[in-house]
């Protein structure tokens, strides 16, 4: 089967579908829905970081006006274990005994007739603690610190020995900050039970975890939890795992036999839903004078919640694939602290690692006079170092070539401060990136209807970065429809399985189950008519034909073939389903290693008087393989610059070291990018279709983030001769 080349709708810069409805506000968001008698539960959290609790007295708030009850330890049923993940297993649940890990734990739920009541109530709950001595530095000795047990770790060659016969030689520490995500939608649970079935609203980026934990953990049938999500206000991650606050909109729900509504407010956002973990990372190099690398040691120290288990921030992870070198060792480790447990965000220690990797070879292109371009394409390579064999596919080449073109760097003259505008300062850095895009079983059904529209079922969720949209292109190219005859449901539990959005692998996942489906239909329609006298696709082979104007007809002979709407009609059909299925495991070992590719280019201007620093440009040049949609893989890629900015500039979660406490848990104190922040941003496509990945798709929800730190904080040395080896870039760092 093939498609006919003037729809070709994939790659198009197609409006998104579900833009009109969340322009007039009709999408419903988690938190939107409301049902009669709905109950609403607020969370009471700890102002400890480490301890226990001594004794709650709820009497006060129990008796408050329109309160239904105030959930404890000592009143909570017990619950059963939360099931592994592919993440890991589930987070620690909550009100479980009276332990106190971190400061902003849940300890009680109150569940009230409004939120103000709740909200009120939940500041008469007095909670008596026992308060011992927190461990809240990533450097403190008395952290336990454990080794990665995820088997990511990289030992290749001899590094100690490569370290101590290099020419040059680098050995130098990085620092990143904690951040959070903060996506707009403040994360929100709507639990309600429907007959014997709980039904929850949850703002998830992986509904079929959230049923599977509520399953277990309520000890139900999976089939009586069901998750929905049709919309999400951003997850970055966060929506990856099944929080505390979720089981406990679940329990209250259980326990007042109403529906309850539990919405997190933006500071306790800072403190329930993860944040992308501190680190603390030293890189060593050992390169011959013209620029070889003989030796990379990268290690890493993130942080950890103290009754996490040793879950996967995989810093130093792409650092062993990145060049040609023989000799490379990888650590990562994570320091156990009494704080919030951290959580995937965005390119998950790929973002932090490769501001010290790529700081590092800038660093070492200065020492050895190399243009920074040039060390990389010196240590460029066309296998998969880690695996010897060669990449599906890589323009990494392309990107560098492609964004210096854009943005001017043959202007760069290579001495730091040598170039002024006026009194500002200017400078240009750039990183090279190789990130490891995911890919997950999934599954879609996809049925055509008699008046010719197709209709695609997936539990998939879309974050806000395209899913209707591109799961509608796909589908309108690979059955030869319009745009506006796809109509795509997805963001249940109920429909066919879908793995988490994340790892920037939702559209390459969901696009194979939606390829495998359209296959099975055209092979099912030419089924219908196989022995139809009166049908021209009577006899017909799939390999024979083409998609194209809403029907099936003969490749090479347009005019031999129907419409789907007439071989429904004319066989008294109403609708026929396919049900689509890839699993990237099927393929196992054969499958070459595949990865997304970018270049970076950011300009800064410095104000040397003040250290006022401002990110004047920034040109990415990417290869992530087939783009579905130019304009929402720009925009994607624009946000994780914009995001970039963020954790460069100005972002930095910060923990007290005394109390635990988050200082600027509010978007008054926790600094993002205002639009003033965020410059001229431009995207350039390179590459082509990946061999190996379902419709060629690479993935690029994550590389978006990566390597606009270093790319700046490289900028900012060309400019000023200062190396920043902390983020986030300070004025006082500066000055
Ligand atoms: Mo991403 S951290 O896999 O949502």
């Keep these: 089967m093939t498609t006919a080349a003037r729809e070709k709708i994939i790659g198009d810069p197609v409006d998104r579908v579900d833009g009109p409805l969340k322009v007039t506000g009709a999408a419903p968001y988690p938190s939107d829905f409301t049902f009669p008698g709905l109950t609403h539960a607020v969370v009471v959290q700890s102002t400890i970081a480490a301890g226990t609790i001594r004794g709650i007295d709820a009497a006060e708030a129990e008796a408050a006006p329109g309160v239904l009850a105030v959930i404890t330890h000592e009143n909570a049923p017990a619950l059963a274990e939360g099931p592994m993940t592919p993440l890991g297993p589930s987070p620690p649940f909550p009100l479980r005994d009276n332990r106190i890990v971190h400061r902003g734990q849940h300890v009680a739920v109150v569940v009230a007739r409004t939120r103000e009541q709740a909200r009120a109530a939940a500041r008469l709950v007095r909670i008596g603690y026992e308060e011992t001595a927190a461990v809240l530095g990533i450097g403190d000795p008395r952290a336990p610190v454990l080794v990665n047990k995820w088997g990511l770790d990289v030992d290749r060659g001899d590094v100690t020995a490569a370290l101590a016969s290099a020419e040059v030689t680098y050995d130098e520490t990085f620092t990143t900050a904690a951040v959070t995500p903060n996506p707009m939608g403040l994360f929100a649970t709507v639990a309600r039970w429907d007959g014997d079935r709980l039904t929850v609203h949850d703002a998830s980026q992986d509904p079929m975890l959230v049923r599977k934990t509520l399953a277990a953990v309520f000890d139900l049938p999976e089939t009586d939890v069901r998750v929905l999500v049709p919309y999400l206000g951003g997850g970055f991650g966060a929506g990856l795992r099944v929080w505390p606050h979720v089981i406990l909109a679940a329990l209250a729900t259980r326990i007042v036999a109403q529906p309850v509504k539990l919405v997190l407010t933006r500071p306790q956002m800072f403190t329930s839903v993860g944040h992308r973990p501190e680190t603390r990372q030293r890189v060593r190099l050992g390169a011959t004078r013209d620029g070889r690398l003989v030796a990379v040691d990268h290690e890493s120290t993130s942080t950890i919640g103290a009754l996490d288990d040793g879950g996967v921030e995989p810093v130093p992870q792409t650092t062993g694939n990145a060049y040609s070198c023989p000799n490379v060792a990888t650590h990562d480790r994570r320091a156990r602290l009494h704080i919030p447990s951290p959580h995937w965000m965005r390119a998950p220690g790929a973002a932090q690692g490769n501001f010290a990797m790529e700081s590092a070879l800038d660093e070492l ?119 506006d005859q796809v109509q795509v449901e997805i963001g249940d539990s109920d429909l066919p399985f879908a793995p988490y959005s994340g790892g920037s692998g939702m559209a390459t996942s969901l696009s194979g189950a939606i390829q495998d489906a359209a296959g099975k239909l055209v092979q099912a329609f030419l089924d219908v008519v196989a022995n139809d006298e009166s049908s021209p696709l009577r006899g017909r082979r799939a390999a024979e034909v083409t998609t194209t104007e809403g029907g099936i007809y003969v490749t090479g002979a347009p005019s031999i073939g129907e419409t789907y709407g007439d071989m429904l009609a004319r066989h008294g059909l109403a609708e026929i389903t396919a049900d689509g299925e890839r699993d990237p495991r099927a393929n196992g070992a054969s499958e070459p290693p595949s990865g997304s590719f970018a270049a970076r280019f950011a300009e800064v201007r410095v104000d040397p008087e003040l250290g006022l620093v401002r990110v004047t440009r920034i040109v990415s040049a990417l290869d992530a393989g087939r783009i579905l949609n130019e304009k929402l893989a720009r925009s994607q890629m624009i946000g994780g610059a914009v995001m970039g900015i963020g954790m460069t500039m100005l972002e930095e979660t910060v923990f007290d070291h005394e109390t635990g406490r988050i200082a600027n848990a509010t978007f008054g104190d926790y600094l993002i990018p205002a639009h003033a922040d965020v410059p001229d941003l431009d995207v350039v496509f390179v590459g082509t279709p990946d061999m190996v990945r379902p419709l060629g798709i690479k993935g690029i929800g994550e590389i978006a983030i990566v390597g606009v730190s270093a790319a700046i904080a490289n900028a900012v040395y060309h400019a000023t001769g200062r190396r920043i080896r902390s983020l986030p870039i300070t004025v006082e760092q500066l000055l």
């Design 365 to 483: 292109s200065y020492t050895l006079g190399l243009d920074p371009i040039e060390l990389r394409l010196r240590n460029y390579t066309e296998v998969h170092p880690g695996s010897g064999r060669p990449w599906s596919s890589k323009a990494l080449r392309e990107c560098y070539h492609a964004g210096a073109e854009r943005f001017g760097w043959a202007r760069r003259t290579p001495k730091t401060g040598s170039m002024r505008d006026g009194n500002w300062l200017v400078g240009y850095g750039m990183a090279g990136v190789t990130f490891t895009p995911g890919q997950a079983p999934c599954q879609a059904s996809v049925s055509i209807r008699r008046d010719g529209t197709a209709y695609v079922r997936s539990a998939a969720t879309d974050l806000g970065t395209g899913t209707y949209t591109v799961a509608t292109q796909v589908t309108a190219e690979l059955l030869g429809l319009d745009i």
